[in-house]
């Protein structure tokens, strides 16, 4: 496996492992950037079409919230829908096991 860091929150790195499968998929992208019209100074791996040409993770919440009508869509963060994830995650898997297992 390779490893690549990424920023993260206050400059520190943020290390994410890439396996061969997810490796091939990444050059795949990279090898077809410049069919794709995204410039090959962009240093962003996707590009949008925003001021900065990079995903406003919190700009893409915003608006999707929005969207789907949410009644104050300020309170959907990435921090309150990791959270929800992963304890939809965990209700799910332990009704898994005890379906599986009993």
């Known amino acids: ?6 920023p993260g929150k206050r400059h520190r790195r943020v290390p994410i492992l890439i396996t061969p499968e ?7 992208l990279v090898d077809t950037r410049k069919q ?3 410039s090959q100074q962009n240093r ?3 590009e949008t079409d925003s001021i900065d040409r990079h995903l406003n993770t919190w700009l893409v919440l915003h608006n999707t919230a929005t969207a789907a009508g949410v009644e104050r869509p300020h309170l959907i963060t990435s921090s309150h829908l990791r959270k ?3 304890t939809l995650s965990q209700v799910f898997y332990e009704r898994h096991c005890k379906v599986f297992y009993h």
């Open 22 to 28: 997810i490796g091939s998929a990444v050059d795949l």
């Open 84 to 86: 929800y994830i992963a």
């Open 44 to 46: 962003y791996f996707f």
């Open 1 to 6: 496996m390779d490893m690549v860091q990424v």
């Open 36 to 38: 794709c019209d995204i």
